[in-house]
């Protein structure tokens, strides 16, 4: 299999989620390049025939295994990465969900070296992937606004 994600012929796009569980959220670190060693959100590339909500829950439950549900677009990013002749290596607009928590435990994927549960406020102590900190306070809002509830067990809310 080719390589695509590395000098590509356009953007590449990619999904992440910010899932919500009693009021934590799960930040994963990257094991691998581009961004190994880094905090994020879980996520990857959308295939071809796949809406942004199912590549979000294959995503998720490829990396993490968790059951999600996500609720509503929480921003965008873009990575742009140029090579030291100024060629574009990497591109990726990635649009990060906020998302429920369902049910499951983390179980990571080769992909990610770690996975917790923090409190928002934490994130300000981790090296993460630019905007992670605001994406997740959009995520927080936006399941709050839905009616929804942060835990499964305390319903779905009206909707």
Do not use: C, Q
Not at 28 to 50: H, I, K, N, Q, S
Not at 53 to 58: D, H, K, P, S
Not at 61 to 73: G, I, M, Q, S
């Amino acid at each position: 299999m080719t390589n695509r994600r590395t000098y590509p012929a356009t953007p590449i796009l990619a999904v992440s989620a910010a899932i919500i569980r009693h009021g934590k959220v799960l930040i994963v670190r990257r094991a691998r390049p581009p961004a190994a060693g880094l905090y994020t959100l879980p996520g990857g590339g959308v295939e071809v025939g796949e809406t942004l909500v199912e590549a979000v829950v294959r995503e998720v439950r490829e990396e993490t295994a968790l059951a999600v549900e996500p609720v509503a677009l929480a921003g965008y990013r873009e990575a742009i990465a140029r090579d030291g002749d100024g060629r574009i290596e990497r591109h990726f607009v990635i649009l990060p969900f906020a998302a429920r928590w369902i049910a499951g435990e983390p179980v990571l994927s080769e992909e990610l070296s770690e996975a917790m549960w923090l409190d928002p406020a934490a994130l300000a102590g981790l090296n993460t992937t630019a905007g992670l900190a605001e994406i997740v306070a959009n995520a927080i809002a936006l399941v709050a606004r839905a009616g929804l509830s942060l835990s499964p067990l305390a319903g779905r809310g009206s909707g």
